[in-house]
């Protein structure tokens, strides 16, 4: 049954293939076949929380705004755009004719129906939730003329909008309850985008997408892409050696140097917009359920030493084989250009001998199996990640060697990610946890982790980490117009979160890529990788 | 007591002498011992601790080295030397190997003898329970053991959740193999006569049991050592060990996470490859020669009835 199921895919594809290339040029398409490690769980934009579901997105859906190279926003679905002096009503001018795959002309209702949808009904659309708070409503003032009025101005709208995709209202109206939109696995998406969903087959784990002739921005120069998911990073590089994709879009730090020698191949290194962090359980005592941890987690001499005793540079070299730089606040420096990044933070400086001072200082003090003890409690952690990534078990017996050497005994263990997931939030039922976020463009979305009501099932804090003063700052920065004005808010919060360490961060990586540069030239080369929408856009075949 | 001691030293000797001339014996015993000295002198045979970062001169870990820019086989993927967590690996492969092993074979003979010498219904249910450890598959069961034991907050180190899970799970060849002897043996005459003259179960076990069971559970162990280092290697080669402590196991579980196979480098994933396909094939000649030498079953026609209880290296003392 299997096997034939197999056939039939292959036959499908062939056909599809085939079926493409009866233009009137008759010439074969240029397939552009990318490789990944992930497979997006849905398509649904209410509900999505993988990287590859948002790929998909920018190809298939359309936003108002979206980012340009230099961080600033340019239209999409807009072509104009203006705020009223108060901050409290945004207009947007649609762009003329557009429409959406089915051949179908996009409304101004139809936007209209999107935001209100998305304000309206918090609970299904869980991931637009944060994007749209602040919004009252919005009105279509003519026919290419949308309103947006807010309850209070908000500093990062341009960013905002830039999220909030533009669905085909027909594929969502259906659903009564927030549970049966969010089992909506879309898998057939109607949108305005460059690209449209032919074939997705979850089995296989194949994307196969064509592109949108009637595309209101200019149709792209390629016909096809391939999303072709790999189980692991050594096949996925080798199919790029061989020719078998032309795009890798996650090349391992370890196979970097390897990948560059490749023949044909170009390889790419991009500071991007992610951050790994050392999560320290700072989950309140009175919360519910109580955490479960080593009480020693929350000392803030055992913190500092624990930051003392990691060799941020020496993770660097080992763990990304130098293709990053150490962390230190959990705003990456890349952000704005620098801008959001408060580059006055000075992180300490790793030194095990001081670290063991600080430790017996404060009372702890070596046991004869060279585990420290401060009244009975011993230094003792559990150091979990998550079992999907080839760079945490590395890191995590580098710091835990680290600790020992302090007197601290740090146990490893790779968790699934689900359940790590569950242990850490809304449980805290760990004491320390590698992991790792994507950036936003705007520093809002990583503030808001340290938010004390994020702490909540579905939430996005893992650290529990709860500060009035700190919270009070978030709402602020939110609403605070003056970037000059913002930029000291967002500073002062990072300095805050430093000094309380529910997170040492360890690094900002780079993103590697690496293409068939015999094949395709036109690459782009922003923060968002070479695989982004904008760059797909440009990918031209070599003549 | 004099003479029990005399007589065992004869018999050992004997032994010594017939298995000496068993090439394949020796060669397993001989890679075994290499093994385990490997492993009891690891500090003499390195200069490094299995920790420590080699450096170039700028202060950069020096990763991925090839064995011709440093030392005997180069680095891995952490600039650590490849030889020294080989040798240190030894001890966690061999120690996990071994207490496993012990334990399982201590569990096997007792659930055979209890299960073989009694009978009845404490045989049914002690095979029925072995039946049920043999038809379920050792590595899902093992996976899920070792996560979910690792998960609850145990205070005990990932390696004794090692050797616990091996070891409580690999008794169930022995404990057939044992119980299948015992059966025998208890039906013999001198076992009879013992009854007659009113010794108790736990005599007979003792002295007239056990002894004539003894070779057989040794030469098994050698066997489940090897399961048992190849399970170890198995279960920390998917994660499961302690990154911390190197096995071999643990090695080869990092080269291929840190792609070792796309960098070309050999030295990092071969040695411990070598190393447990060096271990295994010592315990498994060493086993399979110490089974046909001891094994009355494999060395005897059964129609010899008596003659074949007797230990093997007796009749070679003959010859």
């Known amino acids: 049954m299997k096997r034939i199921t197999l056939l039939f895919v292959v036959l499908a594809m062939l056909l599809a293939a085939c079926g493409a290339p009866v233009t ?24 999505a929380f993988l990287s590859e579901a948002y790929t998909i997105f920018d190809l298939v859906y359309s936003t108002l705004l979206t980012e340009g190279p230099n961080g600033k926003y340019m239209g999409s679905l807009a072509e104009a755009w203006n705020v009223s002096d108060d901050g409290l009503r945004w207009t947007f001018t649609l762009r003329p004719n557009i429409r959406w795959h089915n051949g179908e002309a996009l409304t101004i209702e139809q ?30 003032l003519d026919e290419r003329t949308l309103q947006i009025e807010l309850e209070y101005p908000i500093s990062n709208m341009e960013f905002r909008v830039a999220f909030l995709y533009i669905v085909y209202p027909k594929d969502f109206e259906s659903f009564a309850t927030p549970e049966e939109l969010q089992n909506f696995t ?226 490893p263990a790779a968790v699934d990610p689900d359940s790590l997931m569950a242990a850490v939030t809304p449980n805290g039922d760990y004491d320390l946890v590698i992991w790792g976020w994507g950036s936003d463009p705007d520093p809002d979305f990583m503030l808001s982790v340290m938010t004390s009501e994020q702490y909540v099932e579905g939430g996005w804090s893992d650290s529990g980490y709860s500060n009035p003063v700190y919270d009070e700052l978030f709402v602020k920065q939110q609403k605070t117009l003056d970037e000059n004005e913002r930029q000291k808010i967002v500073w002062e919060m990072q300095e805050i979160v430093f000094n309380d360490r529910p997170y040492i961060v360890l690094w900002y990586d780079n993103t590697l890529q690496a293409y068939r540069s015999d094949r395709f030239v036109g690459f782009l080369t922003y923060l968002s990788g070479i695989d982004s929408f904008k760059s797909l856009m440009n990918v031209e075949p070599v003549k | 007591m004099l003479e029990t001691w005399f007589l065992f030293q004869r018999n050992l000797s004997a032994f010594w002498r017939a298995f000496r001339r068993n090439r394949m014996g020796m060669a397993g015993a001989v890679l075994l011992l290499s093994a385990v000295l490997v492993a009891l002198f690891a500090p003499l045979l390195s200069p490094y601790e299995p920790t420590t970062v080699i450096r170039d001169p700028s202060g950069r870990g020096l990763t991925f080295a090839p064995p011709s820019v440093h030392g005997p086989l180069g680095t891995d993927d952490a600039g650590r030397d490849v030889w020294t967590q080989l040798v240190y690996g030894a001890r966690i492969s061999l120690l996990v190997g071994f207490l496993a092993g012990l334990i399982a074979m201590f569990i096997g003979s007792l659930l055979g003898i209890l299960a073989g010498y009694f009978g009845g219904w404490l045989d049914m249910l002690l095979m029925r329970v072995t039946d049920v450890l043999l038809v379920i598959p050792d590595l899902p069961l093992m996976l899920v053991l070792v996560a979910t034991l690792r998960q609850m907050e145990l205070k005990i180190s990932p390696l004794v959740v090692l050797i616990l899970v091996i070891g409580l799970l690999y008794w169930t060849s022995t404990a057939r193999l044992v119980r ?113 030498m001891l094994n009355p079953r494999l060395t005897a026609h059964h129609l010899e009835g008596e003659a074949s209880v007797r230990p093997a290296g007796e009749e070679t003392l003959h010859e």
């Open chain 1, 186 to 411: 879309n898998f057939n998406p109607v949108g305005t985008g460059a690209f449209k969903i032919n074939t997705l087959d979850k089995d296989q784990r194949v994307i196969l997408l064509d592109t949108n002739p009637d595309y209101f921005d200019g149709r792209a120069k390629i016909d096809q892409v391939i999303y072709r998911t790999f189980d692991n990073s050594d096949a996925l590089i080798q199919a790029l050696r061989v020719g078998d994709i032309d795009l890798a879009v996650e090349v391992p730090n370890s196979a970097f140097d390897a990948v560059k020698q490749f023949q044909g191949v170009t390889a790419i290194s991009l500071s991007g917009r992610s951050l790994t962090e050392l999560i320290l359980n700072s989950v309140p005592e009175d919360h519910d359920p109580p955490p479960n941890r080593n009480p020693a987690i929350t000392d803030p001499v055992v913190r500092l030493a624990i930051a003392k005793a990691i060799n941020k540079q020496d993770l660097v070299d080992v763990v990304l084989q130098g293709h990053g730089i150490p962390g230190v606040s959990i705003i990456p420096p890349t952000l704005g250009g620098g801008f959001w990044f408060n580059r006055n933070i000075q992180d300490v400086t790793f030194d095990l001998d001081e670290a063991s001072r600080l430790l017996e200082e404060a009372g702890y003090l070596l046991q004869a199996d060279g585990v420290r003890a401060k009244d009975g409690v011993r230094l003792e952690f559990r150091l979990q990640y998550p079992s999907d990534s080839s760079n945490y078990p590395r890191a995590a017996d580098m710091i835990a060697t680290w600790l020992g050497k302090i007197g601290i005994r740090a146990t």
């Open chain 1, 111 to 140: 936007v209209v129906w999107n935001f209100n949808t998305f304000i309206q009904n918090p609970d299904g659309w869980v991931t637009n939730s944060g994007y749209v708070k602040g919004f009252k409503e919005a009105r279509a």
């Open chain 2, 180 to 292: 299948s002897q015992v059966l025998s043996i208890k039906e013999r005459q001198f076992v009879a006569r013992a009854r007659a003259i009113g010794a108790g179960h736990v005599h007979i076990i003792r002295k007239h049991i056990v002894p004539q069971i003894l070779p057989l559970i040794v030469a098994n162990t050698v066997l489940i050592l090897s399961t048992a280092i190849l399970v170890e290697s198995g279960l920390a080669f998917l994660g499961l060990g302690d990154p911390t402590q190197p096995s071999w196991g643990t090695m080869l579980n990092f080269a291929f996470d840190r792609n070792a196979i796309s960098n070309g480098a050999w030295w990092f994933y071969l040695p411990p490859g070598l190393a447990i396909v060096w271990v295994s094939l010592g315990c498994v000649l060493l086993g399979n020669v110490l089974e046909e």
């Open chain 1, 24 to 47: 009137p040029q008759s010439q074969s398409p240029v397939v552009l076949r990318v490789g990944w490690l992930g497979f997006p769980d849905t398509l649904n934009p209410a509900y």
